[in-house]
């Protein structure tokens, strides 16, 4: 069955990095393309970063464009967030996603929280 296995989460101060992993497996990775969604506590889920199935397309959320990055690695089944700059309001637990077969299954969610 389709698994997505989210890590990298932590404490980490305002203006400093987390890089989240998200190891997938069951379905054709690398025919698909990957989310990361974020929820913050009382907030619907929204979606940060997209990357196309070969990851020469990628889109943002205007929230973080410039200092997220989303990338892959389809020899790894792996999908990544590479997270700079940080602010409080990034605080949430962020998800990884795919659609496949007309199913979306996400995985169990990473805790990021930023605070001094």
């Known amino acids: 069955q389709v698994q997505l296995v989210e890590s990298g989460g932590g404490l980490v101060q305002p203006g400093g990095s987390l890089r989240l992993s998200c190891a997938a497996s069951?379905?054709?990775?690398?025919?698909?393309?990957m989310n990361w969604y974020r929820q913050a506590a009382g907030k619907e889920r929204e979606l940060v970063a997209a990357?196309?199935?070969?990851?020469?397309?990628?889109n943002y959320a205007d929230s973080v464009k410039g200092r997220f990055t989303i990338s892959r690695d389809n020899a790894k089944n792996t999908v990544y967030l590479q997270m700079n700059s940080l602010k409080p309001e990034d605080t949430a637990v962020y998800y990884c996603?795919?659609?496949?077969?007309?199913?979306?299954?996400w995985g169990q969610g990473t805790q990021v929280t930023v605070s001094s």
């Open positions: 990357i196309s199935s070969a990851g020469g397309s990628t």
């Open positions: 996603n795919v659609v496949w077969r007309s199913n979306r299954y």
């Open positions: 069951g379905f054709p990775f690398s025919w698909y393309d």
